[in-house]
């Protein structure tokens, strides 16, 4: 695709990674990505906000190139991490007069990383702004969305705002715009999940320093630009803001079927009282969907069998995850079989320290479940509703 043009001299010129099918050797990315990078032209200086991938570097070079780009002024980094960065050096190598921009931690991030030279970097202060002759960039920080030298960058006269990963999508799309809104919606929130959620006080504490800027277009460097930006604002406020909602988010692991008996009984109680349950069957979930379901979860109830004396090791995996995901969670129990002992449960709830949540009454089977533990399955379901009542959650 040729680079397009957003208004008069600026400029989309990253790269569309349709077929790309996991981030960070680790995050599911089902809709491919893309890696946007912009170029504003403005009458004195000309600018590069964030660049691509290693990967796809050629296609931001051939870019530049093809707009007849002779030289650079600024490369503004926004973000260190090198889906962004790591082709700054390539453009500094064609553009040996360019200088970085970016905030002191992120040059000290840069050179750590790509080893680009002392010399070529300026760094900038919070709200500092710098002419472009007829436009002005100001910038903004925005430390831990999601790393902790992050910034934001805004274009005064065109009221538009590049904010990196805050607000991106993993989608891979045509689109300008946002347009199929239920897609990007679904891509954005399945970002925020994996890549936002860990970090929501920063979240909110940014979303309100946003509030304090007319905003008309948002660019961020993954996925579709946002024309409507309220869209996506009042979508992250609620994943930020909002208290939890009455979802119980069930991941588990079956060997023989019991631990399996015991999920659907428990999903079939919850449901007859009221509360909405997402079922996950750890051996062949997406944990981007897993991740989702975190954001509006009041509650997790992890299934497992118990394998060598622990849970099974997929949902030792997804306690490890839901720990780092640090979601906004209140109540966690734990459900599942064993044959003659074993020490799951403690075991899984060392595993889950950044949860701060209420553990309810474990319901262990032993070998295939039997009807007092039918019946302890459905005082986890009274248990459970009661508590999303009491907390206002239902
Ligand atoms: Fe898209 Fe944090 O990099």
């Not at 015991?262 to 997402?278: D, F, I, N, P, S």
């Not at 950044?354 to 089977?365: D, G, H, M, R």
Request: proline share 6%; charged share 25%; hydrophobic share 40%.
């Amino acid at each position: 695709m040729k680079p397009r043009e957003i208004k008069p001299e600026i400029y989309s010129v990253g790269a569309i990674d349709w077929d790309r099918r996991l981030f960070d050797s680790l995050i599911p990315l089902p809709d491919g990505t893309s890696y946007n990078s912009y170029l504003i032209k403005g009458s004195e200086k000309t600018i590069l906000i964030d660049t691509v991938d290693p990967s796809m570097q050629d296609v931001l070079l051939n870019h530049l190139s093809e707009l007849g780009v002779k030289s650079i002024d600024y490369v503004i980094a926004n973000h260190a991490e090198q889906d962004h960065s790591g082709a700054i050096p390539q453009v500094l190598e064609k553009y040996p007069e360019a200088k970085v921009v970016c905030t002191p931690k992120c040059k000290g991030m840069l050179i750590d990383l790509l080893m680009i030279p002392e010399e070529r970097f300026i760094t900038v202060n919070d709200r500092e702004a710098i002419s472009l002759g007829d436009r002005t960039l100001e910038f903004v920080y925005a430390p831990w969305v999601h790393w902790p030298e992050t910034m934001l960058t805004y274009l005064r006269e065109d009221k538009m705002l590049f904010p990196c990963d805050f607000f991106g999508s993993h989608l891979a799309t045509t689109d300008m715009y946002a347009r199929d809104e239920g897609q990007v919606y679904e891509a954005a929130k399945r970002y925020y999940a994996e890549i936002m959620m860990p970090f929501r006080t920063s979240i909110q504490k940014n979303l309100e320093k946003v509030k304090g800027y007319a905003i008309d277009i948002i660019a961020p460097s993954h996925g579709p630009m946002y024309d409507k930006p309220e869209f996506i604002l009042k979508a992250y406020h609620s994943w930020a803001f909002d208290e939890p909602k009455n979802i119980v988010v069930l991941p588990y692991v079956s060997m023989h079927g019991s631990t399996r008996k015991m999920v659907e009984y428990l999903v079939g109680a919850l449901a007859e009282r009221g509360v909405t349950v997402k079922q996950f069957d750890l051996a062949v979930t997406d944990i981007g969907k897993l991740a989702m379901a975190l954001v509006d979860a009041a509650t997790v109830v992890i299934g497992t069998p118990t394998v060598l004396v622990g849970p099974h090791p997929n949902v030792a995996y997804a306690a490890i995850l839901a720990n780092a995901l640090r979601p906004n969670l209140k109540f966690i129990s734990i459900i599942g079989s064993y044959s003659w002992g074993g020490k799951a449960v403690e075991q899984l709830a060392a595993m889950v320290p950044n949860l701060k949540v209420e553990i309810l009454e474990p319901v262990l089977s032993k070998g295939f479940p039997k009807e007092a533990d039918f019946k302890a399955l459905d005082n986890l379901a009274d248990t459970i509703a009661e508590k999303h009542k009491e907390s206002g959650f239902a």
